[in-house]
């Protein structure tokens, strides 16, 4: 059975020096102990373009290169933080650009792979949000501006962001069963790996009389859990825990 390791919602940034290092060791050791790793969103708090400059984002490039050029396959589905990763950051890193869901086969059981915003239907603010910055029209917009620019807007756009999630319910902010239960019959699978709503956990239940399971990552702003699939068991983990038995 090929050995994955999945992840998301990093947000990784400078203010944060103690999980972009934690990070940047997982997949130094990575090599010989997983054949992939994928990243399902959020590697960063913005992602202003791949012509990005920024010190900690050239050294996410460069790490993620060396994990490439090491023999680890690399699968990235973006998020709603760095959705403007495009073929230039696929062709330095080497990385597989997928689409919002992807399906692939772990331990011969049908998985489905996204970020999760999709999956938050009863957020509709944000949707339709997501679908305006999305339009290819609007992005190259937005990536013709100076570089400073785009950075300064990122900085506004969050801080709206924050202000309009802290008037929102919680429940709106999360996965609703409905649109769930509807993607994993649509792609035909057992299990859903996903990010995006913060709130790590392992849920089984049955779907049409089949057992299955959802698998919500979660984010790293003090925690630093992933998700490890290899032939012995599939968990959630700390990277901690895994830097300690790679060692």
């Not at 050239?58 to 998020?79: H, N, W």
């Not at 057992?190 to 779907?207: C, D, K, N, S």
Request: hydrophobic share 40%; with cysteine; proline share 4%.
């Amino acid at each position: 059975m090929p050995r994955a390791l999945f992840a998301s919602d990093l947000h990784l940034c400078a203010s944060r020096p103690v999980q972009a290092a934690r990070f940047f060791a997982l997949l130094e050791r990575a090599p010989g102990q997983v054949d992939t790793v994928y990243l399902l969103g959020d590697l960063v708090e913005f992602w202003p373009g791949d012509d990005d400059d920024d010190a900690l984002h050239r050294q996410l490039v460069q790490a993620l290169r060396s994990l490439t050029l090491a023999g680890v396959g690399l699968a990235v589905i973006t998020g709603n933080r760095d959705f403007l990763m495009q073929s230039r950051f696929a062709r330095e890193t080497g990385a597989e650009l997928l689409p919002d869901y992807h399906r692939v086969e772990l331990a011969g059981i049908p998985t489905l792979l996204t970020h999760g915003d999709l999956l938050c239907t009863r957020d509709v603010q944000y949707l339709q949000f997501r679908e305006t910055v999305r339009a290819p029209a609007r992005q190259a917009q937005f990536l013709g501006l100076p570089l400073e620019e785009r950075r300064r807007i990122a900085t506004a756009t969050r801080a709206g962001t924050q202000q309009s999630m802290s008037a929102k319910d919680d429940y709106i902010m999360d996965a609703e069963e409905t649109e769930i239960m509807r993607v994993m019959r649509l792609y035909g699978v057992q299990r859903l790996v996903h990010g995006h709503t913060h709130r790590p956990a392992i849920h089984h239940f049955e779907l049409d009389g089949v057992p299955c399971e959802r698998v919500v990552l979660g984010d790293w702003y003090e925690g630093d859990l992933v998700y490890l699939c290899e032939p012995s068991a599939n968990r959630l983990v700390s990277a901690e825990t895994l830097l300690s038995l790679w060692s």
